[in-house]
């Protein structure tokens, strides 16, 4: 499956944007959907994942509360709505996916898009 981020940009804080991640090739269903963010200088970190029917969900502490996943296998599309941001959610947004159950371990994807690039200014 090819995955494609988009949807960043700049926005003040306490704002919100929503990232989507497109997919095509194999069937987009059939695979758990998790996103992860990479500031500068910092390791890649686990944001969200939800399960292949969109039914079940997982979160990071730092973003629960203020972000939302969610899929519409119909349209092949994953989304991550994110509100009251803040500087420190600045950084390069992922979207992945895998086979099986969701996981928050980035080395257990298998498929990655290129990542769009989320600023927060204060």
């Known amino acids: 499956v090819q995955l494609q981020a988009f949807g960043g940009g700049l926005v003040q804080a306490g704002g919100s944007l929503r990232l989507s991640c497109a997919a095509s090739?194999?069937?987009?269903?059939?695979?758990?959907m998790g996103w992860f963010r990479q500031a500068p200088g910092k390791e890649r970190e686990y944001v969200a994942a939800?399960?292949?029917?969109?039914?079940?969900?997982s979160y990071a502490d730092s973003v629960k509360g203020r972000f939302t996943i969610s899929r519409d296998n119909t349209k092949n599309t994953g989304y991550l709505q994110m509100n009251t941001l803040k500087p420190e959610d600045t950084a390069v947004y992922f979207c992945a996916a895998r086979t099986m159950w969701i996981s928050s371990r980035s080395s257990e994807y298998s498929y990655w898009g290129q990542g769009t690039l989320v600023t927060v200014s204060s």
């Open positions: 090739g194999r069937t987009f269903g059939s695979y758990a």
């Open positions: 939800i399960t292949y029917s969109g039914g079940s969900t």
